[in-house]
Structures are given as structure tokens and as C-alpha cells.
């Protein structure tokens, strides 16, 4: 059986790394990438390398539609076309709705939202040809719940939700599975914003009180990628500790 390509966007670091060496030890030849930071991009790869790993890191701003095409040109050169696509890219925003800039919250749209557009779009040329792909889109609790101070956020991950299930019922019949996970509060450089007082008060609204890990976020994925969930499209699947 060929070895499946998977495209992990933002996966320098946090959920992202830890899906990309998940599916690279699954037998997976993996697409590393990320918008500016190009060591923290090689240093995965190296990381990833010296594990066995068939991988390739590609930096690409995937908020931006010409970049993202520049990003796939590299795939098909190397490896064809993505199987599985992860669209895991994100950044956060926190303050007041009303002390924001147009431009910051257009560049949280963008980044949360449009590339999750850009990459769909542009994976499923390969994955409509071979008639099977599985796209995963790493979204948040937020997206459904609602924050208070994140608002622009909430409303990104709340369009990347609609998006999900508008596209499995959009993309079943070409035998594409297209699904969500809405993360909880997970172990991250996202969260480092938060001192211990405000995690340990976060903490007590987890029902298994404690914060999730990355490698968690990263079975799951490759739970919904492969074979074992063949029948699971449409679904924002919600890992989240039991919030309460």
C-alpha cells in the first residue's frame, strides 16, 4: 500500500508538531509548515528526521490564497497530493471587541478562518481526482460557547465549525470525510498568556480537572484520518476534558 501525504499547517510547534510526529510514526510522509518562524519550522524537521520520518518543511503565510498554491506546487513536486489535510493554523486575539482594529481582526479571520478556505480549496483538486481524502480542521470550544474577550476568535472557529459540516455533506459523495475537533484548553505557547492563578481557576471548570495535551489532540486526529473512522464525517468532535 503507497504511504499516505498529510499537510499539518502550523506545525512548527504545539498541537500542530504533535500531530505531524504522530502521523510521521504512523507511517504518514509528512508536510511540516509555518507562516515566519523558519527555525523553529527546521527544527521540527530536524526533530522529525531523526526519527525516520519522510518529511518536508514548507514556509508558507497559508492565510494568503498565492502562498498557499506556492505550498502545494511543493507537495505535488515531492509527493503528488495531500490525503489527509489538517488545517491546524491559528492565532489568538485577547482583549475587548471594542479596542480592536479592523486590521487585527481581520488578521485573526484570516489566519483562523480563510486559511482553513485557502487549503481546502486547493487539496481537494488532488483528493476529488483519487475520490477519498480526509480534511480535520483543528477548531475550539469557543467556536459553539462563545468567549468573552475573544470574540473574533469565537466567531472564527464558530465559521470553521459551519464550514466542516457544510463541506461533508458537500464532499460524501466524492467519498471525502471532513471533520472538526473543538479543543478545550490544551498545553500550549497559546495559553502561556495565562499565569497559574487564571489556569488553576480554569482548572476547576475541567471536569477531569487538569489541562489537555497536544499528543491527546493528536490521537484523535489520527483516529478521524484513518480507516477506523471511515463512517464519522460532519462532526465537531469535542475534546475537552468534560468543561463544564
Given at each position: 500500500?503507497?504511504?499516505k501525504?498529510?499537510?499539518?499547517?502550523?506545525?512548527?510547534?504545539?498541537?500542530?508538531?504533535?500531530i505531524?510526529?504522530?502521523f510521521?510514526?504512523?507511517?504518514?510522509a509528512?508536510?511540516?509548515?509555518?507562516?515566519?518562524?523558519?527555525?523553529?519550522?527546521?527544527?521540527?524537521?530536524?526533530?522529525?528526521?531523526?526519527?525516520c520520518?519522510?518529511?518536508?518543511?514548507?514556509?508558507?503565510?497559508?492565510?494568503?490564497?498565492?502562498?498557499?498554491?506556492m505550498?502545494?506546487y511543493e507537495i505535488?513536486?515531492k509527493?503528488?497530493g495531500?490525503?489527509?489535510l489538517?488545517?491546524?493554523a491559528?492565532?489568538a486575539?485577547i482583549?475587548?471587541?471594542?479596542?480592536?482594529?479592523?486590521?487585527?481582526?481581520?488578521?485573526?479571520?484570516?489566519?483562523?478562518l480563510e486559511?482553513?478556505?485557502h487549503?481546502?480549496?486547493?487539496?481537494?483538486?488532488?483528493?476529488?481526482?483519487?475520490?477519498?481524502?480526509s480534511i480535520?480542521?483543528?477548531?475550539?470550544?469557543?467556536?459553539?460557547?462563545?468567549?468573552s474577550?475573544?470574540?473574533v476568535?469565537?466567531?472564527s472557529?464558530g465559521?470553521?465549525?459551519?464550514?466542516t459540516?457544510?463541506?461533508?455533506?458537500?464532499?460524501?459523495?466524492?467519498?471525502?470525510?471532513?471533520n472538526?475537533?473543538?479543543?478545550?484548553?490544551i498545553?500550549?505557547?497559546?495559553?502561556?498568556c495565562?499565569d497559574?492563578?487564571?489556569?488553576?481557576m480554569?482548572?476547576?471548570?475541567?471536569?477531569?480537572?487538569?489541562?489537555?495535551?497536544a499528543?491527546?489532540v493528536?490521537k484523535?486526529?489520527?483516529?478521524?484520518?484513518?480507516?477506523?473512522?471511515s463512517?464519522i464525517?460532519?462532526?465537531?468532535v469535542?475534546i475537552?476534558g468534560?468543561m463544564?
Open positions: 500500500m503507497a504511504k501525504t498529510v499537510l499539518v499547517t502550523g506545525s512548527s510547534r504545539g498541537i500542530g508538531k504533535a505531524a510526529t504522530l510521521g510514526k504512523n507511517g504518514y509528512v508536510v511540516l509548515n509555518g507562516s515566519k518562524d523558519i527555525q523553529a519550522l527546521q527544527n521540527t524537521k530536524n526533530e522529525l528526521t531523526e526519527q520520518i519522510d518529511c518536508i518543511a514548507v514556509l508558507a503565510d497559508v492565510s494568503v490564497y498565492e502562498q498557499c498554491n505550498l502545494f505535488e513536486k509527493y503528488g495531500v490525503d489527509i489538517i488545517n491546524n491559528g492565532i486575539h482583549g475587548l471587541f471594542s479596542d480592536m482594529t479592523p486590521e487585527q481582526w481581520k488578521r485573526v479571520l484570516s489566519v483562523n486559511s482553513v478556505l487549503c481546502t480549496h486547493i487539496a481537494l483538486k488532488y483528493m476529488l481526482h483519487c475520490h477519498k481524502g480535520i480542521n483543528i477548531s475550539s470550544m469557543w467556536g459553539q460557547k462563545g468567549a474577550c475573544e470574540a476568535y469565537s466567531a472557529k465559521g470553521v465549525d459551519a464550514f459540516k457544510a463541506m461533508a455533506k458537500e464532499l460524501g459523495p466524492s467519498g471525502i470525510r471532513v472538526a475537533i473543538s479543543c478545550g484548553i498545553d500550549t505557547d497559546m495559553n502561556q495565562f497559574e492563578q487564571e489556569k488553576q480554569m482548572i476547576e471548570e475541567i471536569s477531569l480537572m487538569r489541562i489537555g495535551k499528543e491527546e493528536a484523535l486526529a489520527l483516529f478521524l484520518a484513518e480507516d477506523s473512522a463512517f464525517t460532519g462532526q465537531i469535542v475537552d468534560g463544564i
